[in-house]
């Protein structure tokens, strides 16, 4: 008995030690980085593809900064740490052993950096529920006084009622299976973002994810590398067969039924247009794809345009899309974006044959507009906005980020001070004209 109870007073007191030094070694660790050598910041864990890349944009910032993923949802490399093996060796011995994993690789990371950036779905740490952070997690962040920021890639933050509310044509009208998606609970989304931004420094989202986020910064964080897009083009005129790619990864999500209605309608009365559609292919391929192709026709339904919006204008061609309001688009008054309402791609689609736009120059316009607002070197100033007003960073760090961002500024490119080719106004009245269907 005596015997049991020396025991575990000498295991406390071991375990209150180890916190102890733990503890010292975290604080000890930062303070070193922040007042002599270089902050560091994590990337993760949920692999979208553009995670490497947000990190390259902190690197040209001045951090230290590295991607982080537990699995991958294709082979890739590009990810700067991927635990993808000893995640599964983890969970495949059982629920304590995959939380002390978690734990541990939690833990190893506040040594290792000094600002998190995670999606609004997960963290490092286990989360019992299927979306969420844990606020374990995101308590010891904070009172270790590290900096926290989150960001939505959109299924982690898209609610169906909030959805249904914007409209006819929504991403869930014609979802095929709620709740598979999305996070689709809004009860469940909004406790999730608010439990969030009771520790987050911020709380990021941009485009249409804005509009299930209450108070949040609006940061472009989709950035996109523009050495790897060679400018391709449009050379279409008048009287040439007018091909249109369509690269859906989930049809029912972009309206593909609306475009291929309405080219199939132009077709049967004689006019010299193609559907070049791709699905469940390489992103290569599907951007080869598209440098033959005079026009990108990305998605409809959603009301803002996403990646690979931003993939065709850096290539240089026009895109087709339907932008919600002015809300959605990152300059309303200067996007090249045609603005194409779902009830109205036949009508659109008619007048790019009839020549009323200029597509050649609205794919030049696209490549400055991403080049804007989308590169690695344009994501990198955004993000440092946000990290000098909500970081708390030490002096010379701040002045480091700002020195970098001066320096970026140099090289991203003025607009084109050139209007929408469809207006806002003009948009909504193709909307209301034609109500009762695409076909009327």
Request: glycine fraction near 6%.
């Amino acid at each position: 008995m005596i015997a049991n109870k020396v025991a575990q007073l000498i295991i406390r007191r071991v375990t209150a030690l180890g916190w102890n030094v733990l503890n010292a070694v975290i604080r000890a660790a930062a303070w070193r980085r922040m007042t002599f050598g270089t902050p560091r910041t994590l990337w993760g864990v949920t692999p979208i593809l553009t995670l490497p890349l947000t990190a390259q944009c902190d690197r040209l910032l001045g951090f230290r900064s590295e991607s982080v993923v537990f699995n991958t949802y294709y082979i890739s490399k590009t990810f700067d740490i991927n635990l993808k093996k000893l995640f599964f060796w983890a969970h495949a011995k059982g629920y304590a052993p995959a939380v002390i994993f978690h734990k541990t690789v939690f833990y190893a990371a506040l040594i290792r950096y000094d600002t998190f950036n995670y999606f609004y779905d997960r963290g490092l740490m286990m989360h019992e529920g299927p979306l969420g952070h844990k606020i374990e997690e995101m308590q010891e962040i904070r009172s270790f006084e590290k900096r926290l920021y989150t960001y939505a890639y959109g299924a982690d933050a898209r609610t169906r009622e909030t959805t249904l509310a914007l409209g006819r044509y929504n991403m869930c009208a014609n979802c095929p299976e709620p709740g598979r998606f999305c996070i689709c609970d809004d009860d469940l989304g909004l406790a999730n973002v608010k439990n969030i931004q009771h520790f987050a420094n911020a709380t990021a989202a941009n485009l249409d994810i804005s509009q299930y986020i209450p108070g949040f910064y609006q940061v472009q964080y989709l950035p996109i590398d523009a050495k790897k897009f060679k400018f391709s083009g449009c050379s279409w005129k008048p009287g040439m067969p007018l091909r249109v790619a369509h690269a859906p990864n989930h049809p029912h999500f972009k309206g593909s039924d609306y475009l291929i209605s309405a080219i199939e309608r132009l077709q049967r009365e004689g006019h010299l247009i193609e559907l070049v559609r791709v699905q469940g292919v390489p992103n290569t391929e599907v951007i080869e794809l598209f440098r033959s192709c005079d026009i990108i026709a990305e998605q409809f339904v959603i009301g803002s345009h996403g990646y690979t919006g931003i993939e065709a204008m850096m290539l240089g061609k026009p895109v087709l899309c339907y932008i919600r309001n002015r809300t959605q688009v990152a300059d309303p008054d200067r996007s090249p974006i045609i603005n194409t309402p779902p009830n109205s791609i036949y009508d659109v689609l008619l007048d790019c044959l009839r020549g009323r736009f200029d597509l050649t120059e609205l794919g030049r316009r696209g490549r400055i507009y991403a080049e804007h607002f989308y590169t690695i070197e344009a994501t990198a100033i955004d993000l440092g906005r946000m990290y000098l007003e909500t970081g708390k960073y030490p002096p010379r760090v701040t002045r480091r980020i700002k020195k970098r961002m001066a320096a970026l500024q140099r090289i991203v490119p003025s607009l084109i001070d050139a209007p929408p080719p469809i207006s806002f106004d003009e948009a909504t009245a193709l909307y209301e004209r034609n109500d009762v269907g695409i076909d009327s």
